[in-house]
């Protein structure tokens, strides 16, 4: 299989020479959109559009109809894999994703099993190969994973959290019970990626979300160490082609250099790190992703092409190993035109 007609994005993340830095905006196919919100509407709710193939294609693409970005990322949620492990996810309004069945007692802690991702993920599959097909290899696609800590966080929590009480009780109190649930959930993200490769996704994003919460020594022990087995189980190269790896631990700039040596391709940063610095830190080791801050993109239209030009600036010189993106996913009220002239303006930068 060739490479995409615009293979940007994957140059960028292999660290080869582009023609241009390019960007995609995490949850690009998202409600700042219109043409979304009609979509979701038709669908019903959130989970049923995620579990249609063909309005899932139909939300990867509008993006890429309104906006000249360089890659698409595969519409669904990072809590598809708790949900087919038979925790019960649902969405209650105006409150986010919730599990019926938390992961709270030892014995259903010990039932835990990883999913077939072909059999009780078929409707990611299919997408996948749907929305590679309408892309007519225009761009590469992303496929995508929550990072076993993240979905852990949810797992045990039963949903959101403030301060991830439970789970971090269970971290100090039960280890051996986190560790459980755990390498469990890192064999179950290994291959739902490894199906996503194998189904058309040219690059694959790890969303370390909540890594970010936990201590120095935590950190290193429940969430990376996962994510580098996750990653040490993944396809490399698919079709002949190489299948580039982002890691993306929000809050995460202070363990950059130890993210660089778990085996990834690429990291992304949020908002509070210094690109150039970072570029510093980890040096030729890996490409970087990030890192505009997504509340940056109600101000005006100039100030939004100043905060772009200056991590660009920031960033520096050479035009290699560089992904444009937000710190985090786009906010839900962003003004669809101050995309445009981000869009518009990273394209425009012509590096020294």
């Known amino acids: 299989m060739a490479r995409p007609k615009n293979d940007d994005f994957l140059r960028a993340l292999l660290r080869e020479p582009t023609t241009r830095t390019p960007l995609w905006l995490m949850r690009q196919a998202g409600r700042y959109l219109p043409e979304y919100c009609e979509t979701r509407k038709r669908a019903g709710n959130f989970l049923a559009l995620c579990k249609s193939p063909s309005m899932a294609c139909e939300v990867t693409l509008q993006p890429l109809a309104r906006y000249d970005l360089d890659a698409a990322i595969l519409f669904s949620d990072i809590l598809t894999v708790p949900d087919a492990m038979g925790l019960g996810l649902y969405f209650a309004e105006g409150e986010g994703p919730k599990f019926e069945r938390p992961l709270r007692e030892e014995w259903a802690i010990n039932d835990l099993t990883a999913p077939d991702p072909y059999d009780h993920l078929r409707y990611v599959m299919d997408a996948v190969v749907e929305i590679r097909r309408a892309l007519d290899n225009s761009v590469p696609l992303i496929g995508f994973s929550g990072s076993p800590f993240t979905l852990a966080c949810y797992m045990v929590e039963g949903g959101g959290s403030d301060d991830f009480r439970t789970v971090k009780t269970m971290l100090y109190s039960r280890p051996d019970l986190l560790h459980k649930i755990l390498t469990v959930t890192a064999d179950a993200v290994t291959s739902y990626l490894n199906a996503q490769i194998e189904s058309g996704a040219q690059a694959v994003q790890i969303f370390d979300t909540w890594g970010g ?53 690429a990291i992304g940063l949020d908002w509070s790190t210094d690109i150039g610095l970072a570029r510093q830190r980890v040096g030729d080791k890996v490409a970087l992703q990030g890192n505009f801050d997504p509340i940056a993109l109600f101000a005006s239209p100039e100030a939004v092409a100043k905060e772009a030009t200056r ?26 035109d101050n995309v445009r002239v981000l869009v518009d303006t990273v394209h425009a930068y012509k590096r020294k």
């Open 311 to 336: 991590i660009m600036d920031c960033y520096g010189p050479g035009n290699t190993g560089h992904v444009f993106n937000l710190g985090h996913g786009i906010n839900q009220h962003t003004p669809p």
């Open 213 to 265: 919460a936990l201590s120095h020594a935590a950190y290193e022990e429940f969430s990376l160490a996962y994510m580098q087995r996750v990653i040490a189980g993944l396809k490399k190269t698919h079709d002949g082609e190489r299948i580039p790896c982002i890691v993306f631990t929000k809050g995460g700039g202070q363990w950059l250099e130890k993210i660089a040596d778990i085996g990834c391709d």
